[in-house]
C-alpha cells in the first residue's frame, strides 16, 4: 500500500510513500506520519491511500504520530477549501487545523506515579502508626497520585514503598489529565425558564436541528428569511452542501440571554447524540464565560467534558484538551478563532458568538476568517450554525435580508432592563472657547463625581494606548517618526521612551529637538493616550481608586484576571481602558459609562469605519447598567452628527445597516461584492511600486472574464511602510470569488516576483492597512 502525504514545507505537491508491514493497519487518510525527504526528516499528513504510485522506488513511512488519525476526512475537506478559497498552500492550510501541540506531539500525555489500594483478604498486617494513617488514607481514595498522598499525609515517597512491599498498595505509572481548570470550582446550573423572545429563537433552532436528524421533517426547518428573493443572487462560494444546512442570525442586544440560548441549542445536539463547537473572540474566553458552558453541563444525563481550546493554555493542557475531543469524551469544545478546526464528530451545532468582530480573521496565512469557515463547515457536515451578537456586521445581516441566514431577534434585555441613556458631547465647543482640547468635558467630570459619591463604578474608554501619539517641534514642525514605519512615535511616560506601535521599536525621549538647524528646547507632545488620561484621573480625583487595563499596564495573563475580579468586588471605582475593556463583561455595579474620544477611529481610509465605530459605541455602551440601576453613557466627539455616533446614541441597529447599507451599494464594497487584497512588498519602494503595476497588467488579463470585476490601484498601503518594508496594493471587487481564487492562485505561482519582493493575498479582508 502507498500513501500520498503533504509534507509541512511549502511545496505545493504530494508525495508517495510505501506503507512499511510493520506500521501498515496503523495508516489511513488524516495519519500524522514522519516521512524521510533526502537526508532529513519531515513531518506530514497522509491525504490518501492508493494501491500504486506513478513513481518508482518509493521510500517507507518512518514513524506515525499518535494512536488516531488525527486530521478526520471532514477536517481534512475543510483544510482543502480553505486553501481553495483562501488561496493558500494546502500545506498551509493543513496546518493550521492542528494545533502545534498535538501536531509534533512533543508534549504527549503526562505520565504520572499513582498509588492504588489492592484488594486483600484476611487481616490488615501489622503496620506502624505512621503506616497505618497513609493506609487509612488510600483506602478510602482508593487511587490517587503518589505525590498528591506525600504531601496530603505529610510523608515520604520511601514510608509509601514500605506499604507496596507489604502488598497493600500497587504504584505504577498512569496517565493524568492536565486539566487547566482543575482548580475552578463549578456548581452546576440548570436551564432558565425562556422568555417568548428567547423561546422563539430557540424553537427555529431546534426545529432546524430536527430537520437534519429526520429528513422527513425538514419541511418544518426554516429554509428562507422574510425577504427572500428568487435566484438567491447572494450564495456564493459554496459547494453542494452535504445535507441541508441553515444558519441563523442572532441579533440581541447585549443582556438580551443569548448565551441562555446557546445553551439549550447545544443541550439539544447533545440529546441528539451530537456535539458543539462554541467560539468566542479571544478576548471574550474568560473564566466565567467558560464557567457558564462547563457548569451547565458538568452533571445530570447530558454530561459531557467541556473541552477549551485557546493560545493562553500550555502546550500539554492543549494536548490534553484536543484529544479528549478526538476520544469523543469532550463533546463541547468552547475556543477562540482555531477551534473551528476542533475535530467534533458527529457535529450538530456551531455558534459564533460576537460574530462581528475582527478577531475571527486570521492575519497570517492562511487568512481565514472562522465565520465563514464555520458556516461552510456547518454546511459541509450538515450542522446549524448559529451567529450571534449585538452589531451584526453588515454581511450577515444582509444575507438574512436576502434569505440566505435566518434572522432572529431579541432586543430587549431580560427582566425588561433599560438601554442606558447615551448623552453625546460636542467637543468643538470646547474648542471654540479658545482653550485645548479637554479630556474630560465638564458634563463627564460632573457624572463621574455623582458616581464616586454614590458608591458606583465607572468604565472610561479610549482607544489608544501610550501617553502622547505624537512628539512634535511647534518651531520647525519636526515628528518624532519610526525609522522603520510610515507612522509617528507613541510617547510612553512611565517608560520615559517612544515607541512604535507598529513595529515596537524604541527610542529615548530627546530633550531638544533634533533637528540639527533648530534645537528648540521646547519640544511638544500632542494627542492623547490611555496613560495621559490616567494621569489627569488622577489629578481630578485623587481619592477615587482608578486602575488602567491596556496590554502596557497587562504584563502577565493573571493581571488581566485580578484586575477584572478586583473590580468585580468594587475595590475599583474607575477602570480605564482600550477596546480590551469593551467586549462582554458584566459588571452590575456600573452605571457610568465614558468614550472620550468617540471618532477615534471614525476617520481611518478603510471602508469599514463607520460600521466599527458604531459597533464599538455600541458594545461600550453596553456595558453600562446592567445591574439594577439605570445606566448612562458619555459619547465625547467631534464629529457628533457622524451617522455612526446619532444612531449609537438610539441604539438603533437597522437604521444604522440601511444608510450604510446604501453606501456600500454606492461605491459597491461588501457586501455588494467580494474583496482580495493583494500587497506587496519589498525594502526599495521603486521596485515594489514597479511590480504592482507589472501584477495590475497581470490581473487584468487573467480576470478578464471575471464578473463585474473592479480593480483598484495600486496605490501605496494606508501605512505605506511598516517593519522597514514598503508595500503597496491592489484591491480587487468581484461578484463571486471562487473562480477568482482559482486564478489568483495560478497567477500567484507563474509570477515572476524579484527576490526582494513578495506577495501577499488577503481574500475578504477585515484590515486594509
Ligand atoms: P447576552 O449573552 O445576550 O449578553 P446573557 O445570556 O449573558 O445575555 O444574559 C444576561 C443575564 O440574564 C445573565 O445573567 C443570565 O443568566 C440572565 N438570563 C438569561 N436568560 C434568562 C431567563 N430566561 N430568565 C432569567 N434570567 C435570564
Ligand atoms: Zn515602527
Redesign the pocket.
Known amino acids: 500500500m502507498i500513501a500520498r502525504v503533504t509534507l509541512e514545507l511549502a511545496l505545493r505537491r504530494e508525495f508517495d510513500y510505501l506503507i512499511p508491514p510493520e506500521l501498515s493497519g496503523q495508516i489511513d487518510v488524516g495519519s500524522r506520519v514522519q516521512v524521510p525527504l533526502g537526508a532529513r526528516k519531515v513531518l506530514g499528513c497522509v491525504t490518501a491511500l492508493a494501491e500504486e504510485s506513478a513513481h518508482a522506488r518509493l521510500k517507507p513511512i518512518l514513524k506515525v504520530i499518535g494512536a488516531q488519525t488525527l486530521v478526520t476526512p471532514k477536517v481534512l475537506r475543510l483544510a482543502r477549501w480553505i486553501g481553495e478559497y483562501y488561496c493558500c498552500a494546502p500545506e498551509v492550510a493543513l496546518k493550521s487545523v492542528l494545533p502545534d501541540a498535538v501536531r509534533q506531539e512533543q508534549a504527549g500525555w503526562r505520565e504520572q506515579l499513582y498509588v492504588r489500594a489492592l484488594p486483600f483478604s484476611g487481616e490488615l498486617p501489622k503496620l506502624a502508626k505512621r503506616q497505618k494513617e497513609i493506609w487509612h488514607i488510600i483506602e478510602e481514595r482508593r487511587e490517587m497520585p503518589l505525590q498528591e498522598l506525600i504531601e496530603l499525609a505529610e510523608t515520604t515517597a520511601a514510608t509509601i514503598r514500605r506499604l507496596e512491599d507489604k502488598g497493600l498498595v500497587a504504584i505504577s505509572q498512569q496517565i493524568s489529565e492536565r486539566d487547566p481548570y482543575a482548580r475552578e470550582h463549578i456548581l452546576p446550573t440548570q436551564p432558565?425558564?425562556?422568555?417568548p423572545a428567547?423561546a422563539k429563537g430557540l424553537a427555529e433552532i431546534v426545529a432546524a436541528m430536527d430537520g437534519k436528524t429526520n429528513p422527513k421533517a425538514e419541511i418544518r426547518g426554516p429554509k428562507q428569511g422574510r425577504d427572500s428573493k428568487a435566484g438567491d443572487g447572494a450564495r456564493q462560494d459554496s459547494p453542494a452542501p452535504a445535507e441541508r444546512a441553515s444558519v441563523f442570525l442572532l441579533h440581541?442586544?447585549?443582556?438580551?440571554?443569548?448565551?441562555?440560548?446557546?445553551l439549550q441549542a447545544i443541550a439539544h445536539a447533545l440529546e441528539q447524540g451530537k456535539g458543539a463547537i462554541v467560539l468566542v473572540p479571544e478576548i471574550s474566553l474568560t473564566p466565567q464565560t467558560v464557567e457558564?458552558f462547563k457548569a451547565r453541563f458538568s452533571s445530570g444525563k447530558l454530561q459531557t467534558l467541556v473541552a477549551v481550546l485557546h493560545s493562553h493554555l500550555s502546550t500539554g493542557e492543549r494536548h490534553d484538551e484536543w484529544h479528549k475531543i478526538r476520544q469523543g469524551r469532550a463533546r463541547i469544545v468552547i475556543g477562540a478563532r482555531s477551534a473551528i478546526f476542533a475535530p467534533v464528530d458527529p457535529l450538530g451545532l456551531i455558534i459564533v458568538?460576537e460574530e462581528h468582530e475582527h478577531t475571527y480573521k486570521q492575519e497570517e496565512s492562511p487568512r481565514y476568517h472562522a465565520r465563514d469557515v464555520a458556516i461552510m463547515r456547518g454546511q459541509m457536515e450538515g450542522a446549524t450554525v448559529v451567529l450571534?451578537s449585538?452589531t451584526p456586521s453588515m454581511e450577515s445581516f444582509y444575507n438574512c435580508t436576502r434569505g440566505k441566514f435566518k434572522l432572529l431577534q431579541?432586543l430587549e434585555?431580560?427582566?425588561d432592563q433599560k438601554m442606558p441613556v447615551v448623552r453625546i458631547v460636542d467637543l468643538r465647543q470646547s474648542l471654540r472657547h479658545g482653550k485645548t482640547v479637554p479630556i474630560f468635558s465638564p458634563q463627564l467630570k460632573e457624572a463621574i463625581t455623582q458616581r464616586l459619591e454614590r458608591r458606583e463604578q465607572t468604565i472610561l474608554f479610549l482607544n489608544r494606548r501610550g501617553y502622547s501619539t505624537s512628539l512634535q517641534c511647534p518651531l520647525c514642525g519636526y515628528v518624532a517618526g519610526c525609522p522603520n514605519c510610515s507612522i509617528s512615535l507613541t510617547y510612553h511616560r512611565q517608560e520615559q521612551k517612544l515607541r512604535c506601535h507598529i513595529c515596537g521599536h524604541t527610542e529615548p525621549v530627546p530633550g531638544v529637538c533634533p533637528n540639527e538647524k533648530c534645537r528648540n528646547p521646547q519640544i511638544r507632545y500632542s494627542g492623547l493616550g490611555t496613560q495621559k488620561v490616567e494621569e489627569t484621573l488622577n489629578k481630578l480625583f485623587p481619592e477615587a481608586r482608578t486602575v488602567r487595563m491596556d496590554s502596557d499596564a497587562l504584563k502577565r495573563k493573571e493581571d488581566y484576571r485580578r484586575i477584572l475580579g478586583d473590580f468585580r468586588a468594587g475595590k475599583i471605582d474607575i477602570l480605564l481602558g482600550t477596546q480590551m475593556i469593551a467586549k462582554?463583561l458584566?459588571f452590575p455595579n456600573v452605571t457610568l459609562v465614558g468614550i472620550i474620544y468617540a471618532d477615534l477611529a471614525l476617520h481611518q481610509p478603510d471602508f469599514r469605519a463607520s460600521e466599527r465605530t458604531f459597533q464599538l459605541l455600541t458594545q461600550v455602551a453596553?456595558r453600562a447598567g446592567?445591574g439594577d440601576i439605570e445606566g448612562e453613557v458619555f459619547v465625547q466627539a467631534f464629529t457628533p452628527f457622524h451617522p455612526a455616533i446619532q444612531f449609537a446614541r438610539r441604539h438603533d441597529f437597522t437604521g444604522f445597516y440601511d444608510q450604510e447599507l446604501e453606501f456600500r451599494e454606492h461605491l459597491k464594497y461588501p457586501p455588494f461584492s467580494r474583496v482580495a487584497l493583494l500587497t506587496l512588498k519589498g525594502r526599495n519602494e521603486e521596485k515594489v511600486a514597479f511590480c504592482a503595476e507589472h501584477l495590475k497588467r497581470d490581473l487584468e488579463a487573467s480576470l478578464k472574464d471575471s464578473k463585474d470585476l473592479i480593480l483598484a490601484g495600486p496605490a501605496p498601503a494606508p501605512l505605506l511602510r511598516a517593519e522597514t518594508f514598503y508595500r503597496y496594493q491592489i484591491m480587487l471587487r468581484v461578484q463571486r470569488m471562487s473562480g477568482v481564487s482559482k486564478k489568483l492562485a495560478q497567477l500567484m505561482e507563474s509570477l515572476a516576483l524579484p527576490e526582494d519582493v513578495s506577495l501577499a493575498v488577503d481574500v475578504d479582508p477585515v484590515d486594509l492597512g
Open positions: 432558565l425558564p425562556l422568555n428567547q440581541g442586544v447585549t443582556g438580551s440571554g443569548k448565551t441562555e440560548v446557546y457558564r458568538d450571534g449585538a431579541m434585555r431580560v427582566d462582554g458584566h453596553g446592567r
